[in-house]
Structures are given as structure tokens and as C-alpha cells.
């Protein structure tokens, strides 16, 4: 959905409604206005890059997603990547791989974490942390995650491949 960031504010930045399904999520996220957010990226320095094919560090450019307090991407995967804190708090949900949750694609992070993840015996339990400013988490390639917003979050992203 293409909105500009005052309108994205106003109305879109709120808790996530459990009952909502998981792909209504909005985050301001994905491919970047380098001219209007150059400043920030100017002066943002990414972690270190992974490894790329053939031994050469590879990353994308980073996005600078804004989230509602109670906001989240419900389970999935795709390549390495950071993600850093700006402001506000994440908290994760990890799963290596080999090890599939236990979720339905249209539910959201919070609906999971209410009426699934109670339920779970502890050898089902994803790893979780909760990142904070100046904090980053690196997610490796495929590993399945979800994330879950407890405040207004700021945070870049940074994928590498």
C-alpha cells in the first residue's frame, strides 16, 4: 500500500486488532525515497556485511520500517538479514529451519502469541529476545520468525544476499 508517511501516521500507526488477519499488517517499510530519507541513511552505519557468493561482502540498501505498539509480521522466512533498533522495543520468535511453528498464516503475531504459544510444551517454544535501541539481531537464512512491536517502533533492516 503506497500512502505518505503523514497519512501512514495518523491512521495507520495503532495497535494491531488480533481479529485482523496477519496479512493486513502495515508497516512503513519496503523500498526507500533515498532523497527524502537520505540525511538519515547518511548518517545510519549498518552492521557489518555477511558474506556474500564467492566470498565478497553483499547487502542490500537498508529500509527504515515504523511500526504501532502491538503491531507484528506473523511467521516466515527468506535470507540473512539485521534488524536494529532505532527506538521503541521488538521482541522476537525464532524457529532454525528444520523446525516448522506451530501457526496459521492469517493469524497475527499477537493472536499467536495469546491463544498459540501458551499451549506450547517447552521443546516447541521458539527462541525469543527482545531488542531495544541501539540493540541489532542477526536472522540467518530460512530461519523462520515472527516479530511483535511492544512500543511505536523505529527500526532498519537490513538484508543481505
Do not use: M
Amino acid at each position: 500500500v503506497d500512502v505518505p508517511f503523514q497519512e501512514y501516521v495518523e491512521q495507520l500507526l495503532k495497535p494491531q486488532d488480533p481479529a485482523r488477519l496477519g496479512s493486513d499488517t502495515l508497516y512503513f517499510f519496503g523500498d526507500n525515497n533515498f532523497t527524502e530519507w537520505g540525511p538519515l541513511f547518511q548518517q545510519y552505519v549498518p552492521p557489518a556485511p555477511g558474506e556474500g557468493p564467492g566470498g565478497s561482502p553483499q547487502h542490500q540498501p537498508p529500509s527504515d520500517p515504523t511500526a504501532g505498539s502491538g503491531s507484528g509480521v506473523p511467521f516466515h522466512w527468506h535470507g540473512p538479514g539485521f534488524s536494529e533498533v532505532i527506538f521503541g522495543r521488538k521482541r522476537w520468535f525464532l524457529y532454525p529451519p528444520d523446525k516448522t511453528p506451530h501457526f496459521h498464516p492469517n493469524e497475527t503475531t499477537l493472536a499467536w502469541l495469546h491463544r498459540t504459544y501458551p499451549t506450547l510444551p517447552p521443546a516447541e517454544q521458539p527462541l525469543e529476545c527482545t531488542i531495544r535501541p541501539g540493540e541489532v539481531l542477526y536472522f540467518p537464512d530460512r530461519w523462520w520468525h515472527a516479530t511483535l512491536n511492544l512500543d511505536t517502533s523505529v527500526f532498519i533492516s537490513t538484508f543481505l544476499g
